[in-house]
């Protein structure tokens, strides 16, 4: 199971934190490592978690298995509105159309929904793990378009603040629907 970079989680912590959130909702939660870091500097009481196999780090109070494309289906009717939903490096493993589909039903189970993606399109592909695949690429300023953006940042990848490679950089979005 990929990762995401280190470096990128003070920045993830901080909007958290801003953010303020008493439930949380870690879609595409990968090993859990934000489900913890939601516990320790959010004052939330609810922390639950999707993704395609369970998590390595049991931190969730909720886990719901399956495709996040089919996140309708995936929690209960009766599941009160999360205040936050964490899409951390996923967005740009699907479709772009199949984000935007996705992204329109974080919105709904969720006041805002914190993003983080490569800037741009950023080829990767892991041998055996086809959702590891990135089939689409992101900027800043498409969310506004669709979204009321209430935090925005871009900034360096690890690489990038050395070689000054734009390709290198990271979005982080946060937003809430109009």
């Known amino acids: 199971m990929p990762t995401s970079e280190h470096w990128q989680i003070p920045r993830v912590v901080d909007a958290m934190a801003f953010a303020n959130p008493a439930s949380v909702l ?3 939660c990968g090993y859990g490592k934000y489900g913890v870091l939601a516990r320790e500097y959010t004052p939330a009481t609810r922390v639950d978690a999707i993704d395609i196999a369970p998590p390595r780090y049991p931190v969730y109070d909720h886990f ?16 009160p509105r999360y205040d936050l939903a964490l899409w951390l490096d996923v967005i740009e493993h699907l479709e772009k159309e199949e984000a935007w589909a996705v992204l329109d039903q974080l919105v709904k189970v969720s006041k805002t929904v914190l993003i983080t ?11 055996g793990l086809p959702f590891e695949t990135h089939r689409s690429g992101w ?3 498409e969310f506004g378009k669709r979204y009321r953006v ?15 490679l734009p390709r290198l950089w ?6 809430s629907g109009r």
């Open 117 to 127: 993606t490569p800037f741009g399109f950023r080829p990767q592909e892991v041998p």
């Open 26 to 28: 870690d879609v595409g």
């Open 170 to 175: 990271q979005v982080l979005v946060l937003v």
């Open 139 to 141: 900027y800043p300023w």
């Open 64 to 79: 719901y298995e399956g495709d996040l494309r089919q996140l309708s289906t995936l929690i209960p009717k009766d599941t």
């Open 150 to 164: 209430v935090r925005s940042q871009v900034f360096p990848g690890h690489f990038s603040k050395y070689l000054r």
